[in-house]
């Protein structure tokens, strides 16, 4: 066991693991990092309890070691951008954190989906959140396609809000 294993309970060598009583991430930044060429486009597809749909786009531009500028909006039904376009630096790291849950709370599987970017493998995490066995987030992570999740559903007191990617872009 390493000095720094033992000072805090998981193995420091494993990019995947990113503190005590998280679960290992599907992917490193690193390949977070390397999945997203010079550039990429990612457009989703959320879809609200009460049945109303839009669709939203993720761009990451100004890619480097430490990370890119993401930029994201909203489309309208012609496909052109619907209000602000907000725009932030992010660093792989924090996008790799994204997946990182706690053990306590959460269960890993895999699944086959079919999704409009094709039929994908996926790291199924489940996180429950309270007593209520009704209210889990999931998330589904493509093998194939390190980086954000291809669909997660959130439970919200209305309903569950599902996001579902329908199209991967590199530049």
Not at 76 to 93: H, K, N
Request: aromatic share 8%; with cysteine; proline share 8%.
């Amino acid at each position: 066991m390493s000095d720094d294993e033992a000072a805090t309970g998981f193995p420091s060598d494993d990019p995947h693991l990113l503190g005590p009583g998280l679960l290992p991430t599907p992917f490193t930044a690193a390949e977070i990092r390397e999945a997203s060429g010079s550039g990429k486009t990612v457009r989703l597809v959320v879809e609200l309890p009460d049945g109303e749909r839009f669709e939203r786009v993720n761009r990451f531009t100004e890619l480097d070691d430490e990370g890119a500028t993401l930029s994201q909006w909203r489309l309208d039904g012609d496909g052109a951008v619907d209000g602000p376009v907000t725009s932030e630096r992010v660093t792989w790291l924090e996008l790799q954190e994204h997946a990182a849950f706690p053990a306590e709370h959460t269960t890993r599987g895999a699944e086959v989906l079919e999704l409009p970017i094709g039929h994908v493998e996926c790291v199924l995490f489940e996180v429950e959140h309270g007593e209520n066995p009704q209210n889990v987030s999931r998330f589904w992570f493509a093998l194939e396609h390190p980086g954000m999740p291809v669909r997660y559903e959130i439970p919200m007191p209305s309903g569950v809000v599902r996001t579902t990617v329908v199209a991967i872009e590199l530049d």
